[in-house]
């Protein structure tokens, strides 16, 4: 459709000055446009990195802190002496079975949550030999027997192996 003679002028035509700004303003996008995208990738791909080491860090976090419950629970249970007869000694035995049933499910929550986190975190190390080392520590000797002695050296045993566990641990740490 053609115009009339009678519009010309007042919105026909785009006035000059806002030609030439979008013009050089295109060429300022075209020249700053790679470095713009760098800088937003940027920042998303190191936002990521530290949003997972953060994640990471808790999740050590967390482990520490069921080490140092295993380690709690395991100092009672070995402190305790079920040698003898008598309510005491009967009040000893029950009080240590359930501690001993408390180890063995910390221990096993520890060793789950271990192997959870070495998938997900850290493909090449692997604690299983660490998570053995601490169980055999925590659950060996007389362990669960009816009439064992006090073993206060096995605590000393637990100790040495879960802060071996623990600072391999901190070492993945930022």
């Known amino acids: 459709m053609l115009r009339q003679s009678g519009s010309e002028g007042s919105s026909a035509h785009m006035p000059t000055w806002i030609i030439t700004t979008l013009c050089l303003l295109g060429g300022f996008l075209y020249h700053i446009s790679p ?8 920042g998303w791909l190191i936002q990521r990195y530290w949003i997972r080491k953060s994640n990471e860090s808790a999740v050590i976090e967390y482990l520490a802190r069921e080490l140092t419950n295993l380690v709690d629970t395991t100092m009672l249970y070995w402190s305790i002496d079920c ?6 000694a009967e009040a000893a035995r029950k009080q240590a079975r359930q501690l001993a049933a408390k180890i063995k499910a910390e221990s096993h929550n520890l060793q789950a949550a271990l ?17 053995a080392e601490v ?3 925590c659950t060996g000797g007389s362990f669960e027997k009816e009439d064992r002695p006090a073993d206060p050296d096995r605590y000393f045993r637990v100790v040495c ?11 993945r740490r930022v």
């Open 35 to 42: 470095s713009l995208v760098g800088v937003i990738l940027g």
């Open 135 to 137: 169980h055999d520590a």
């Open 115 to 131: 192997r959870s986190y070495s998938e997900k975190y850290c493909g090449d190390v692997k604690f299983e030999a660490l998570c």
């Open 83 to 88: 040698v003898g007869t008598g309510k005491d």
């Open 161 to 171: 192996t879960t802060n071996r566990l623990r600072w391999k641990l901190y070492d």
